[in-house]
């Protein structure tokens, strides 16, 4: 397994390994809109990753050199402080490659990449849905401390807004229709 940062020919593999992820999570009830995507990660990679050097996205590649996962991060601060932290704002390793290590590798990587731009803490937040407990042993077991949770309520009312990926969330005090 194989840890790189991503570099403008890797954003069509991106927009496709994005696009597999996003369909396996409680987010695809959300257009995958890839000119979109593709459009953020060109901005992501050129002025976050290459210029200012406060984003980075990690790529995870098989022994084939296949893409499988990927991971965004980003260093800023808290309202309060001036100090630096990061935020892994997107995680993902494809279905099939979940248990590779790909994505032990890819966290280890974040921290590194992390510790050496001198943050304070790094910070996770989960809202995809995907096996929340077993995603919870996992990062305790990374070394991190669970410190709150992540909420969703569903706004829209049409059957294509609210669909079974709602998994519970509620419209206001109304349960989602399905």
Known sequence: MN???ATLADIAVCVELGYRIHRSTRLSRFPYERE???????SLIITGQQHRRSHCLLLAED????????LIGC????????RPIANLLAYGVVPGHRMSGAAVR????FV???????VDEVNIGVNSGIAIDRTDRF???????KTGGNYAMCLRQEKSACSDKCRGMTEGRKKCKR
């Open 3 to 5: 840890i790189r940062f």
């Open 75 to 82: 260093i800023e601060s808290h309202l309060f402080s001036s």
């Open 106 to 109: 890819l966290l280890k990587s």
């Open 63 to 70: 022994l084939d050199g296949v893409v499988v996962g990927a």
């Open 36 to 42: 979109v995507v593709e459009k953020n990660l060109r």
């Open 112 to 118: 590194e990449w992390a510790k050496r731009r001198g």
């Open 139 to 145: 990062m305790k077991k990374m070394g991190f401390a």
